[in-house]
């Protein structure tokens, strides 16, 4: 385990976008923790595209951690349609909350961005170092480019300010709070709720987007907000980390071990009128390795807890 470089007791922690999966996430994770307090804000009460909201109420709650969890995210299809939505809103999120932690005197600033910043055709694993060498993959260039903007401040606010700023880069990411829209969701979400209601249904087949032959790999929140504070504990460097758990999977395996999980029998039914996008982008995690952190939550465990949430949060009679 890494030595301690900031010790979190007693401080006042903002999570930027706590209601949102990510978010969320890094809320339960910190009610382990000693925390001085907890600062929250909805985009209601504070428009983070906004700069003058932004820092006004940086300087009246004083926060001295800052966790930047919020951010406008989608799927295939939400960034391959609303590309300027994605890189505007990102990029002014990534800007504003920069400056007014930085304006505000905080003492740390975590960045969560996105494995979709490297390279289409990046070598796989993606190790960090593949960041910029390529060009990316057009389905989410909008939202990779404000979350290559995100990183590239914190790094150059350290370098020119000294501001400790730190940057993580998560791959697919699912779990409690995840967004289960048809159109706008994530590849896992999106068949949780496909394969659910074919089963509903006693419908034949379940309609996959693309060939399935893509992999990707996912990695629970809950894990993610564990390695977010273990890497505000124990990280200080300029660049960033990735966190991810390793190993990938087809989407026609996940969409398989989803149906087992589910108890769907059904056979599956690919589109290829709608994009595969990146064939693959597993993440090079030697760095967090280094760290010594390791994910816990096995993939059939936490698809089986999604879909407890889903049935629970998301289906007719849901609470
Ligand atoms: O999670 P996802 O939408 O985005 O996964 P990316 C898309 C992959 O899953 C593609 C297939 O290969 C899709 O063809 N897929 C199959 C589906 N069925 C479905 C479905 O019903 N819905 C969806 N959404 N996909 C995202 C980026 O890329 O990764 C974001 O666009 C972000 O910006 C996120 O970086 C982590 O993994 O392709």
């Given at each position: 385990?890494?030595?301690?470089?900031?010790?979190?007791?007693?401080?006042?922690?903002?999570?930027?976008?706590?209601?949102?999966?990510?978010?969320?996430?890094?809320?339960?994770?910190?009610?382990?923790?000693?925390?001085?307090?907890?600062?929250?804000?909805?985009?209601?009460?504070?428009?983070?595209?906004?700069?003058?909201?932004?820092?006004?109420?940086?300087?009246?709650?004083?926060?001295?951690?800052?966790?930047?969890?919020?951010?406008r995210?989608?799927?295939?299809?939400?960034?391959?349609?609303?590309?300027?939505?994605?890189?505007?809103?990102?990029?002014?999120?990534?800007?504003?909350?920069?400056?007014?932690?930085?304006?505000?005197?905080?003492?740390?600033?975590?960045?969560?961005?996105?494995?979709?910043?490297?390279?289409?055709?990046?070598?796989?694993?993606?190790?960090?170092?593949?960041?910029?060498?390529?060009?990316?993959?057009?389905?989410?260039?909008?939202y990779?480019?404000?979350?290559?903007?995100?990183?590239?401040?914190?790094?150059?606010?350290?370098?020119?300010?000294?501001f400790?700023?730190?940057?993580?880069?998560?791959?697919?990411l699912?779990?409690?709070?995840?967004?289960?829209?048809?159109?706008?969701?994530?590849?896992?979400?999106?068949?949780?709720?496909?394969?659910?209601?074919?089963?509903?249904?006693?419908?034949?087949?379940?309609?996959?987007w693309g060939?399935?032959?893509?992999?990707?790999?996912?990695?629970?929140?809950?894990?993610?907000?564990?390695?977010?504070?273990?890497?505000?504990?124990?990280?200080?460097?300029?660049?960033?980390?990735?966190?991810?758990?390793?190993?990938?999977?087809?989407?026609?395996?996940?969409?398989?071990?989803?149906?087992?999980?589910?108890?769907?029998?059904?056979?599956?039914?690919?589109?290829?009128?709608?994009?595969?996008?990146?064939?693959?982008?597993?993440?090079d995690?030697?760095?967090?390795?280094?760290?010594?952190?390791?994910?816990?939550?096995?993939?059939?465990?936490?698809?089986?807890?999604?879909?407890?949430?889903?049935?629970?949060?998301?289906?007719?009679?849901?609470?």
């Amino acid at each position: 385990m890494s030595e301690q470089v900031y010790d979190l007791a007693g401080k006042r922690v903002w999570v930027a976008g706590h209601r949102g999966m990510v978010g969320s996430a890094i809320v339960r994770r910190l009610g382990d923790e000693p925390i001085g307090e907890l600062i929250t804000a909805t985009s209601a009460e504070v428009d983070l595209t906004r700069q003058e909201p932004t820092e006004a109420f940086v300087a009246r709650t004083r926060p001295e951690v800052v966790v930047m969890a919020a951010a406008r995210v989608g799927g295939i299809e939400a960034n391959r349609t609303r590309q300027a939505e994605f890189l505007y809103e990102n990029l002014m999120i990534a800007a504003n909350v920069t400056e007014a932690a930085y304006r505000g005197g905080v003492e740390r600033l975590v960045v969560l961005g996105s494995s979709c910043i490297y390279p289409r055709e990046a070598p796989q694993p993606m190790a960090e170092s593949s960041l910029l060498t390529g060009p990316l993959e057009p389905t989410n260039e909008g939202y990779a480019i404000a979350k290559i903007a995100a990183l590239e401040l914190g790094k150059m606010y350290r370098r020119q300010y000294g501001f400790d700023a730190i940057s993580l880069m998560p791959t697919n990411l699912y779990g409690p709070g995840d967004n289960y829209d048809p159109v706008s969701s994530h590849v896992m979400a999106a068949l949780i709720r496909k394969v659910h209601e074919a089963k509903v249904a006693g419908a034949p087949s379940v309609p996959v987007w693309g060939t399935g032959t893509p992999r990707r790999e996912f990695l629970h929140v809950d894990d993610l907000a564990d390695a977010t504070l273990l890497a505000l504990s124990t990280y200080a460097g300029e660049e960033h980390v990735n966190v991810g758990v390793g190993e990938d999977i087809s989407i026609r395996e996940l969409a398989e071990l989803i149906c087992e999980v589910i108890g769907y029998e059904g056979e599956l039914e690919f589109d290829p009128s709608k994009p595969d996008g990146m064939p693959r982008k597993l993440l090079d995690v030697t760095r967090l390795r280094g760290l010594g952190w390791e994910p816990r939550i096995a993939l059939r465990d936490g698809i089986a807890e999604a879909y407890r949430w889903f049935v629970e949060h998301e289906t007719v009679g849901a609470g």
